[in-house]
């Protein structure tokens, strides 16, 4: 059974209440167990923090036993070498998810540090994104 983690970053417990016209109406929390209910067969890990340290130590904690790691860093996606740095220093493989299109954003969200350390890139198609990403990696 594979072992894929889900890892979001700041401001993304918010998913639900924030921004509803750019990221949606529906709680990470209910689209987890819908994709828990869809991949019965893959073992699912959910982890968000607001601080980068810690995602840096999930990273560290999974970055060489789990099978994949999808990563929508939020802001520190644009912001963080030491995320990425993390990412570089494991050997599971990453899948970068943004949910809203970064590129017909601000400018500033049109780098991610993350994104060359990743395998793929999934941009602007809302939730569905990581069920992308998490297809890649079944």
Same mark, same amino acid.
């Given at each position: 059974?594979?072992?894929?983690?889900?890892?979001?970053? &700041?401001?993304?417990?918010?998913?639900? +209440?924030?921004? &509803?016209?750019?990221?949606?109406? /529906?709680s990470?929390? @209910?689209?987890?167990?819908?994709?828990k209910?869809?991949?019965?067969?893959?073992?699912?890990?959910?982890? /968000?923090?607001?601080?980068e340290?810690?995602?840096? @130590?999930?990273i560290?904690?999974?970055?060489?036993?789990f099978?994949?790691?999808?990563?929508?860093?939020?802001?520190?996606?644009? +912001?963080?070498?030491? =995320?990425?740095? *993390? =990412?570089?220093?494991?050997?599971?493989?990453?899948?970068?998810?943004?949910?809203?299109n970064?590129? +017909?954003?601000? &400018?500033?969200?049109?780098h991610?540090? =993350? +994104? @060359?350390?990743?395998?793929?890139?999934?941009?602007?198609?809302?939730?569905?994104?990581?069920?992308l *990403?998490?297809?890649?990696?079944?």
């Amino acid at each position: 059974m594979k072992k894929i983690l889900i890892l979001n970053g &700041p401001n993304l417990n918010l998913l639900g +209440t924030r921004e &509803p016209t750019v990221y949606g109406n /529906q709680s990470f929390e @209910d689209y987890f167990k819908g994709l828990k209910n869809e991949f019965p067969k893959t073992q699912l890990h959910y982890y /968000q923090s607001n601080h980068e340290g810690d995602l840096i @130590d999930k990273i560290h904690e999974v970055g060489f036993t789990f099978d994949g790691i999808i990563v929508n860093a939020g802001g520190y996606s644009h +912001t963080s070498i030491a =995320l990425a740095d *993390a =990412l570089s220093a494991v050997t599971t493989p990453a899948v970068e998810v943004h949910i809203s299109n970064v590129y +017909t954003r601000e &400018p500033y969200r049109h780098h991610s540090y =993350l +994104t @060359d350390r990743c395998k793929g890139l999934v941009t602007g198609l809302g939730l569905k994104g990581y069920e992308l *990403a998490l297809r890649y990696f079944l």
